[in-house]
């Protein structure tokens, strides 16, 4: 099953009022319709503008009167005002779209619809949770950069546009700010705020190579073998990146090499072999690490290059920093990079 997501502006649509247009193509179960209307009824409810919500499902498995059964079920159990804005529709292809198939649509509109739906069904699927949502925008925040709008937060993190409204729902109101253009942006952020942020950014898929040689390098000597491999999908992180971005930071040396991979967990990891042979990936729990892999599956993935070495974002060096309970050197780096610093300090 796969799924896309635009934020449709038609102003002259139903209700007049911004619609989520969600595509998904080869749903299959009732689980994944429950699952889907839920987080959007999730995100509705949270977004300060009421919106509208179109879910257009090609090529499913369900049967009109099966499908209808579905979605009333669910809307029994929802609030008036949130069910009357939601539109389930099942359609063989874009060009079935039709006036009789989706209620309250003008004529007029459905030549702009389907062709937006072609344009999100081309789009690779996003499965960015609403952590990464957060940390595009402290990555804005402590960059100082432009607010950015709904649709534009969801491009950059590579969140679905629910996901992006339920993590905005997460923020607290006097952290999160709107322009006259409601353009979002962070206000501030607080100790708490950061401390929930790191903790839930830690549970991100990760793996574990120990060394079987008896003389392991140093996560220096393994950082820079990694470096002469040239690939740009691939930095460092951790403490070594954190000491890179601060060099102050007030700690003696790496516990291990961080490597950020640009990509999911299923991308191939054979490079590691190259920078030791003696590396063998063990996911035993309690087994030590010699080197630890990250994985960042957004649109961009924020590395930088500076004297032949690439080097994941700040914000990615604190979570392993976080993860690793480097708790003071984490307040460290925040003081250091934050606009107006902590605000207090951080639970262990």
């Not at 003071?328 to 925040?334: D, H, S």
Request: hydrophobic share 40%; aromatic share 6%.
């Amino acid at each position: 099953m796969n799924s896309a997501y635009f934020d449709w502006q038609a102003s002259n649509v139903g209700n007049g009022q911004p619609t989520i247009v969600q595509v998904i193509t080869g749903m299959r179960t009732a689980r994944d319709l429950r699952s889907v209307l839920l987080e959007a009824l999730y995100a509705m409810d949270g977004d300060s503008q009421p919106k509208n919500f179109l879910c257009l499902l090609l090529g499913s498995g369900f049967t009109r009167q099966r499908l209808e059964r579905e979605v009333q079920d669910l809307k029994r159990v929802t609030r008036a005002d949130l069910r009357d804005r939601i539109q389930v529709v099942n359609v063989r292809m874009p060009a079935d779209l039709r006036a009789s198939h989706i209620p309250g649509v003008p004529e007029e509109c459905l030549a702009v619809l389907n062709q937006k739906v072609l344009h999100a069904l081309m789009v690779k699927p996003t499965t960015s949770s609403r952590e990464a949502v957060v940390g595009q925008l402290l990555y804005r925040w402590i960059n100082r950069m432009d607010p950015v709008r709904t649709a534009e937060l969801a491009e950059l993190s590579g969140a679905s546009l629910p996901t992006v409204y339920a993590a905005l729902k997460t923020i607290d109101s006097n952290c999160l700010h709107r322009d006259e253009d409601r353009r979002i942006s962070l206000a501030g952020f607080t100790a708490d705020a950061w401390q929930k942020w790191l903790a839930l950014s830690t549970d991100s898929p990760s793996v574990k190579y120990v060394d079987r040689s008896g003389s392991p390098r140093s996560p220096e000597k393994l950082a820079r073998a990694m470096a002469k491999l040239q690939r740009s999908d691939v930095a460092v992180g951790g403490v070594l990146g954190a000491m890179h971005h601060y060099p102050e930071l007030d700690i003696t040396g790496a516990p291990h090499l961080d490597i950020v991979v640009h990509g999911s967990p299923s991308t191939d990891l054979s490079f590691v072999a190259e920078l030791d042979p003696g590396l063998v990936r063990d996911d035993t729990p309690g087994a030590y690490a010699v080197v630890m892999v990250h994985f960042v599956n957004r649109p961009f993935s924020l590395f930088e290059t500076r004297d032949g070495m690439v080097w994941a974002d700040v914000l990615e060096c604190m979570v392993h920093l976080w993860d690793a309970h480097l708790i003071y050197q984490v307040e460290n780096l925040i003081r250091h990079i934050a606009p107006g610093g902590l605000g207090g300090p951080l639970g262990d």
